[in-house]
């Protein structure tokens, strides 16, 4: 699945709003998994150690 915001909400909201569109996903949509770097307390070590 692709998660879309309008130009207007980009423009307005910035990335704060496709965040805000995933997490209404997770409630609205059975069987959604988020792959989420922001909360994953491993992804600084592995951004440090792979890029």
């Known amino acids: 699945m692709v998660t879309c915001l309008s ?8 990335f704060k709003a ?3 569109r995933v997490e209404q996903m997770k409630k609205d ?8 770097q922001f ?4 992804n600084p070590d592995a951004h440090f150690r792979w890029t």
């Open 18 to 20: 496709l965040l805000d």
């Open 29 to 36: 949509v059975e069987d959604v998994y988020v792959l989420d």
């Open 39 to 42: 909360t994953n307390p491993a």
């Open 7 to 14: 130009p207007a909400d980009a423009v307005q909201h910035g």
